[in-house]
């Protein structure tokens, strides 16, 4: 891993989980010193997230952390339905015995995680497991997409949700999701999916509201 991979690790964890907020600079300056890294890692850093839409360039500022924006937001959430409803319609066709564990195993791993209450775990556990719905799609763009359009779909959910009291039965949500992808119920299993990333883009916006 080079010095401009761990620098894009970093600041993508950060802004991920909200450490850098929407609309804060990213100076370069403030960024050696918060990571202990020269300015060229960092500048091919940002680069990097500007072209994932997770900093942008302000005009006489250098990068910012991209603003929330809920017309984005529900971009971003029905181009990642579009992606991985037909990710996972083709991983149903396609999955072998491998697939079929992979599921299960990021099913349990994500259920201890949220009965454990470890927010990192649980957003790293979850990320796998819908990765795992879609792991034997057989393409290697509709993966590379789905992942950008992942972050760009969370970082709205981690930050926002944190501390959401309404009721939902959100690990209920994936279990239906495992089964119908097992059972391999090609029509419903899609359909569960885009109503699971929908539902949580209506808290999302709600949230934003309140």
């Known amino acids: 891993m080079t010095l ?4 894009y690790d970093s600041l993508r964890r950060d802004i991920m989980r909200g450490h850098l907020p929407p609309g804060q ?9 918060r990571y202990d890294m020269g300015f060229s890692p960092l500048r091919e850093a940002l680069n990097r997230l500007q072209s994932e839409r997770l900093v ?6 250098g990068f910012i952390v991209a603003p929330l924006s809920l017309p984005e937001m529900w971009e971003a959430i ?6 991985e409803t037909e990710a996972l319609r083709l991983s149903i066709l396609r999955g072998d015995d ?3 564990a992979g599921i299960v195993a990021a099913l349990h791993a994500l259920g201890r995680a949220a009965a454990r209450g470890e927010p990192e775990a649980l957003e790293a556990r979850h990320a796998e497991f ?12 509709l993966l590379d997409f789905a992942r950008k359009l992942s972050a760009a779909t969370e970082r709205y959910r981690a930050p926002v949700l944190a501390g959401d009291t ?15 992808a097992l059972a391999r119920r090609a029509d419903e299993a899609p359909a569960l999916l885009a109503v699971h990333y929908r539902r949580t883009g209506e808290r999302i916006a709600a949230r934003m509201a309140a």
């Open 4 to 7: 401009a991979d761990t620098a």
């Open 25 to 33: 600079p990213l100076r370069l300056e403030a960024l050696r010193s």
């Open 56 to 61: 942008v360039s302000a005009s006489m500022k």
């Open 78 to 83: 029905e181009a990642r339905v579009l992606v």
């Open 98 to 100: 491998v697939w079929e």
């Open 130 to 141: 819908h990765l795992s719905l879609i792991a034997a799609c057989g393409s290697g763009w």
């Open 166 to 180: 309404a009721p939902r039965d959100v690990q209920g949500e994936h279990a239906a999701l495992a089964e119908a």
